[in-house]
């Protein structure tokens, strides 16, 4: 059995999900960090995961793959015990065609839970935007009470003296 790297393995099934690292962390009940640790090769992935995974993922190179890397995770866990209980069968009832349901339904949650999170966004764009206009308009009327201020304040002003031959007199 060729050894994979499940950095790579995953790195490509989380493109061809066409989902974030944070997204997919949503879905397999992770961490972003672990999901980057895992596409960084730091850390694997445990069984659980890897299985829910391949849930996901529609047929094609990727799921052989992502296949091929549950096999071998699972003979590292328990080279002796698997073949005695039959873990490498389990996989079998994995191997149905792809229906597409469950990661249907998860895509629409994460679309609703994105549409949200956007229409929150806007709003708040929006306050701030009126906020900002608020604020830039009162700035304005600072800048003309400043101004009207200081003319009043010139006029008031005595104008200075000059000195004539001993004596000051005003201009």
């Known amino acids: 059995m060729v050894d994979l790297n499940p950095s790579k393995v995953i790195r490509q099934v989380r493109q061809r999900l066409e989902l974030s690292q944070e997204s997919l962390a949503r ?6 960090g672990a999901i980057q640790h895992w596409e960084r090769g730091r850390n694997n992935p445990d069984l659980a995961r890897l299985l829910a995974l391949r849930e996901l993922c529609p047929p094609g190179p990727e799921r052989r793959e992502l296949d091929t890397l549950i096999r ?4 590292q866990v328990a080279p002796l015990a698997g073949a005695r209980n039959g873990i490498g069968s389990r996989l079998t009832r994995y191997d149905a065609p792809f229906t597409g349901q469950n990661s249907l339904r998860l895509m629409k949650r994460e679309n609703t839970r994105l549409h949200r999170l956007v229409t929150r966004l806007e709003s708040q764009l929006k306050r701030r935007d009126e906020q900002l206009r608020i604020l830039e308009d009162l700035v304005k009327e600072l800048e003309r009470e400043k101004g009207a201020l200081r003319a009043q304040s010139e006029a008031q002003k005595p104008e200075p003296a000059t000195l004539v031959e001993g004596s000051v007199t005003p201009r």
Do not use: P
């Not at 879905?27 to 972003?32: D, G, M, P, Q, R």
């Not at 071998?72 to 003979?75: E, L, R, V």
């Open 72 to 75: 071998q995770t699972q003979a």
């Open 27 to 32: 879905v397999l009940n992770a961490t972003k």
